[in-house]
């Protein structure tokens, strides 16, 4: 069963913007706190914002200023904004539960182009 489904991915060009999803079939206290994570060819995968129920937010210092990650409890969505895209962001984009890590999802593209 597939419980973390990413979408929204694509190509766009530097200065673009997308808006991931994170569809997530787990628990409410999994939800509590949930991440989105990078990971790019050769590279370590990172995270790059967090959430917990109540509205609190991080970001990566990469990301700052240019991310906003967001969620519809009612939908057990999260979400991820992305402006002002950056060639250096190109990876598949993951989210996951921050309390208990489920088995990871497929992931979604993002590729920016400079």
């Known amino acids: 069963q597939v419980q973390l489904v990413e979408s929204g991915g694509g190509l766009v060009q530097a200065g673009g913007s997308l808006r991931l999803s994170c569809a997530a079939s787990?628990?409410?206290?999994?939800?509590?706190?949930m991440g989105w994570f990078r990971q790019a060819p050769g590279k370590q995968r990172e995270l790059v914002a967090r959430i917990n129920s109540g509205g609190d937010t991080n970001y990566a210092n990469s990301v700052k200023g240019r991310f906003t990650i967001s969620r519809d409890n009612a939908k057990r969505t999260v979400y991820l904004q992305m402006n002002n895209l950056k060639p250096e962001d190109t990876a598949v984009y993951y989210c996951?539960?921050?309390?208990?890590?489920?088995?990871w999802g497929q992931g979604t593209q993002v590729t920016v182009s400079s």
């Open positions: 996951n539960s921050l309390i208990r890590a489920r088995t």
């Open positions: 787990i628990t409410t206290i999994e939800l509590n706190v």
